[in-house]
């Protein structure tokens, strides 16, 4: 396991969010032993401070992460350089440019921390050899991607036919535990909505 932290001030238990992504991973598949120790032993642990960047365009993403602490975004820039957010994630949640990933094309994305974060990753040439020494770890990532593609698809059919009042409760009941741990401009990006529109929808919402 390789570790990378640029803030010694940030104190982990390395060990203690390792048990947590094997307990995640463990929802999906049954992983024994072997596939533990060989999994372990490819996983790096990357420190993020707040507003730093993971990816930026340009890039090619190339590791699976996993959010072990803290919290984090993926947007990109139109041509007025306005910000659209298109995923927001907390612990427990993997986030990534799926499409440079999957491609290799650069990333036309920001893969922001919105607070100090710790992510556990899987670069991809490691995870591909776990694909074929550990079957369970190549079914757990093809729930993953199959799960992000039905959502990507379920979130562009439901900004097309839903209301803005309509995205918002969707959000809050998608999103539970993050909406106070984000900024308002962001969520107002991830909606589709000005933010005083955004206060508005709140206080209907109250």
């Given at each position: 396991?390789?570790?990378?932290?640029?803030?010694?001030?940030?104190?982990?238990?390395?060990?203690?969010?390792i048990k947590s992504?094997?307990?995640?991973?463990?929802?999906?598949?049954?992983?024994?032993?072997?596939?533990?120790?060989k999994l372990s032993?490819?996983?790096?642990?990357?420190?993020?401070?707040?507003?730093?960047?993971?990816?930026?365009?340009?890039?090619?993403?190339?590791?699976?992460?996993?959010?072990?602490?803290?919290?984090?975004?993926?947007?990109?820039?139109?041509?007025?350089?306005?910000?659209?957010?298109?995923?927001?994630?907390?612990?427990?949640?993997?986030?990534?440019?799926?499409?440079?990933?999957?491609?290799?094309?650069?990333?036309?994305?920001?893969?922001?921390?919105?607070?100090?974060?710790?992510?556990?990753?899987?670069?991809?040439?490691?995870?591909?050899?776990?694909?074929?020494?550990?079957?369970?770890?190549?079914?757990?990532?093809?729930?993953?991607?199959?799960?992000?593609?039905?959502?990507?698809?379920?979130?562009?059919?439901?900004?097309?036919?839903?209301?803005?009042?309509?995205?918002?409760?969707?959000?809050?009941?998608?999103?539970?535990?993050?909406?106070?741990?984000?900024?308002?401009?962001?969520?107002?990006?991830?909606?589709?909505?000005?933010?005083?529109?955004?206060?508005?929808?709140?206080?209907?919402?109250?």
């Amino acid at each position: 396991m390789k570790t990378i932290f640029k803030n010694v001030e940030f104190i982990v238990d390395s060990n203690q969010h390792i048990k947590s992504l094997i307990h995640h991973i463990r929802q999906d598949v049954t992983l024994d032993e072997y596939a533990i120790d060989k999994l372990s032993s490819v996983l790096v642990i990357k420190e993020l401070n707040k507003k730093e960047f993971l990816l930026e365009p340009g890039e090619t993403a190339n590791t699976m992460n996993f959010i072990a602490q803290g919290c984090m975004r993926s947007y990109y820039l139109d041509e007025n350089a306005q910000e659209h957010t298109l995923q927001l994630g907390i612990e427990q949640w993997w986030i990534n440019d799926l499409y440079s990933y999957l491609s290799r094309k650069k990333s036309r994305m920001y893969v922001q921390a919105l607070e100090k974060t710790l992510l556990i990753q899987l670069p991809r040439l490691e995870l591909e050899k776990l694909y074929v020494e550990v079957p369970a770890i190549s079914n757990f990532f093809r729930i993953k991607i199959q799960g992000a593609y039905v959502a990507v698809q379920e979130r562009v059919i439901d900004s097309m036919s839903d209301d803005a009042y309509e995205r918002y409760d969707t959000f809050r009941k998608s999103y539970r535990d993050i909406e106070q741990r984000v900024p308002q401009y962001i969520i107002a990006s991830y909606l589709g909505v000005t933010p005083e529109f955004l206060s508005y929808l709140r206080k209907k919402h109250s």
